[in-house]
């Protein structure tokens, strides 16, 4: 088709390309604006690129040819016709013989190449971004409307090119600051380890076997798969199973796997190299490489999407790694230690989890406790723990009354140690007179009363102990009532039951 039969000047054309661009972004924009350039001027084939400096490529982000869309395109720009685009930043146009002007360009013939226009993408300070180009099996004249529809399709596409650029380099920011405030923690707990606050403290029989085993394996390499429920004191093992190794002098990186933005995992974990995608601005260890030599804690290993993985498996296999964008392996030295507050074996089952990656990291399992099973040890961490947020805040140093034992014993701790610790520094600093902690202000709303016996060991009653604590507690209120049972000053209000009930109650268990 002659340069000038070719559509370009049709308005109504012109009007469904920009509304039809209008309402997309990203890969669905570039999508559209390659294939209705292609369309619009009647050449074989649009495409737009993003450019990676460090390698001297540019990278499809869509290619339109033919009626179909090429998948995967990359090329060398060296002796193509888009090297000046990028070198020179300016248009190019070559009308025709394209082939023969750009001997070295593989591509030109097996595309059957005669014409050739591209045009630069650049950011707001003339940054170049990528490019936009058409090519055609015919030649190409370039008339002032088809220069003006270019024009206009380069504007577009370098503005939501910049736009994905920033959002790149806004999520590689996030991610940098997350690594500093992992790095602050570190320091954090590296203070905590000097002032001895990194002790698992504990006697309670399932806190000594547990100790037991992690001072049998943490010398070995094996990898060990931490679990408990939240705030359980996981992380707190995993550091000691680095510290009693003899990888204790190198480096502990903790990785929460629940925390990593979509998208930069896999540079988060192996690193990338600069220009390795859109906003890697510069060349980033990940945090195998930071672990070499030491270990490496997954946390919240639950929570890792598959094909991560999936990726995670071929490193365990291979014990290899490529970064992002760079084609030379790397191997490292790093003990792995995961933790999860899931059940790994039922999400296995469900298929949520890779059964191959569970086994890898299932070596050996060290189980946690709940705080609820730890007995007298909920006192003995109360007591240590009031100790340090004492010294930390330069309060003085309350007792436990008998009556906060019963409720530090009573109440269930879902959120286990944490939840301690935030109960206990709460009930420490509301303190009305620095004698006594305000224990039952900073427990939750919901805690169970405290019980009026001392348990054995937790609050685990028998059946014949919770009826015989009933018997006691309705004996209790229906002395205090002098045997009333109903009326505002009878045993059922006092109880909160419809007298009804009591009565019932009374009867059952032979007091009436
Ligand atoms: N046995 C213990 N002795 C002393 N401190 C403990 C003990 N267990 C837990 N802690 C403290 O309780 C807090 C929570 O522990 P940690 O962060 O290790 O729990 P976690 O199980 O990893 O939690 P999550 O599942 O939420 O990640 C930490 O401040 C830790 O120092």
């Known amino acids: 088709m002659p340069a000038t039969d070719r559509p370009v000047l049709d308005q109504r054309l012109l009007d469904a390309l920009v509304h039809g661009l209008a309402g997309s972004s990203g890969q669905a924009f570039f999508e559209q604006l390659v294939r209705q350039l292609a369309l619009m001027l009647g050449v074989k084939g649009a495409w737009v690129t993003e450019w990676r400096p460090a390698r001297r490529r540019l990278r499809a982000l869509a290619f339109w040819f033919d009626d179909h869309y090429i998948e995967d395109y990359e090329y060398d720009i060296g002796g193509t016709p888009c090297e000046p685009v990028i070198n020179r930043c300016e248009p190019t146009l070559v009308a025709e013989r394209v082939i023969e002007l750009y001997p070295r360009d593989p591509d ?110 943490a010398g070995l390499d094996t990898t060990v798969l931490v ?43 192996f690193g990338h190299e600069k220009g390795a995608f859109t906003g890697a601005l510069q060349r980033r260890d990940g945090r195998f490489k930071l672990a070499d030599g030491g270990t490496l804690f997954l946390d919240e290993v639950g929570e890792m999407p598959p094909d991560l993985q999936a990726k995670l498996l071929r490193v365990l296999q291979e014990g290899e790694f490529e970064r992002v964008g760079g084609g030379r392996t790397e191997k490292v030295d790093v003990r792995l230690i995961a933790a999860t507050h899931r059940d790994l074996a039922a999400m296995v089952a469900e298929g949520s989890f890779r059964q191959d990656l569970w086994y890898r990291l299932n070596v ?58 935030n109960v206990l520094e709460r009930a420490l600093i509301i303190s009305p007179d620095g004698r006594r902690l305000a224990l039952e202000r900073a427990l939750p709303e919901a805690s169970p009363p405290p019980l009026p016996m001392e348990p054995d060991e937790a609050v685990i009653l028998t059946a014949a102990e919770l009826a015989a604590l009933e018997k006691a507690n309705l004996e209790r209120a229906l002395a205090h009532c002098q045997g009333r049972i109903a009326g505002p000053d009878g045993a059922a209000a006092l109880l909160g039951l419809h007298p009804n009930t009591l009565s019932s109650r009374l009867k059952a268990i032979g007091l009436r």
């Open 227 to 269: 679990s408990g429920e939240t705030g359980t004191g996981k992380e707190l093992v995993a550091s000691a199973l680095h510290r009693q190794s003899g990888r204790a002098g190198m480096p502990f990186i903790r990785v929460n796997c629940a925390a990593i933005a979509l998208g930069l995992q896999e540079s988060e974990f």
């Open 364 to 421: 050996f399992p060290l189980r946690v406790p709940p705080l609820r099973q730890r007995g007298d040890d909920i006192l003995l961490l109360a007591r240590a723990l009031l100790a340090r947020f004492a010294r930390r805040h330069g309060l003085p140093l309350p007792e436990l009354t008998e009556q906060d034992e019963r409720r530090l014993r009573a109440y269930p701790w879902p959120g286990n140690v944490r939840e301690l610790e």
């Open 108 to 217: 030109l013939p097996a595309l059957g190449a005669v014409s050739y226009l591209g045009q630069p993408l650049q950011d707001a300070n003339g940054v170049v971004l990528g490019h936009l180009a058409v090519l055609d099996d015919k030649p190409l004249a370039a008339s002032a409307a088809l220069l003006s529809v270019f024009r206009l399709f380069t504007a577009r596409a370098s503005a939501e090119l910049a736009r994905l650029w920033r959002d790149q380099a806004l999520a590689e920011r996030e991610a940098r600051l997350r690594t500093l405030a992992a790095e602050a923690r570190q320091l954090r707990e590296d203070i905590a380890l000097l002032q001895g606050e990194t002790e698992i403290l504990g006697e309670s029989p399932p806190m000594r076997r547990m100790r037991e085993e992690l001072r049998r394996v």
